[in-house]
């Protein structure tokens, strides 16, 4: 069982940063995949980004490469998402997730979910 708790969300203007962390409740880290998906009210969850177990490999959805980056510290069992330049649309609840061994783009891929932190961004 692997239980992820996330901090760091708030409120912050377009155009600014903010950094979210992750940490994870397990002994080896490193053999997980993390993702970092969103969902806005009344939207489905959607895929952020991911990392994989080493760091060495990430990847992003279109909607934020560019402006968002991943990363990880393994021996503090924390990943983390930068997101730069925000804008109103990146407004969600950000959710952090696991997965063994491989990266994943959907939802479906993950095993264990955090409980999520709120980002608004105002215009």
């Known amino acids: 069982q692997v239980q992820l708790v996330e901090s760091g969300g708030g409120l912050v203007q377009a155009g600014g940063s903010l950094s979210l962390s992750c940490t994870a409740s397990v002994e080896t880290f490193r053999d997980y995949g993390m993702g970092w998906f969103r969902q806005a009210p009344g939207t489905e969850r959607e895929f952020v980004g991911t990392?994989?177990?080493?760091?060495?490999?990430?990847f992003y959805s279109d909607s934020v490469k560019g402006r968002f980056t991943i990363s990880r510290d393994n021996a503090k069992n924390t990943v983390y998402l930068l997101m730069n330049s925000l804008k109103p649309e990146d407004t969600a609840v950000y959710y952090c997730a696991a997965r063994p061994f491989r990266i994943g783009v959907s939802r479906d891929e993950y095993d264990y979910w955090g409980q999520g932190t709120q980002v608004t961004v105002s215009s």
């Open positions: 990392i994989s177990g080493s760091g060495g490999s990430t």
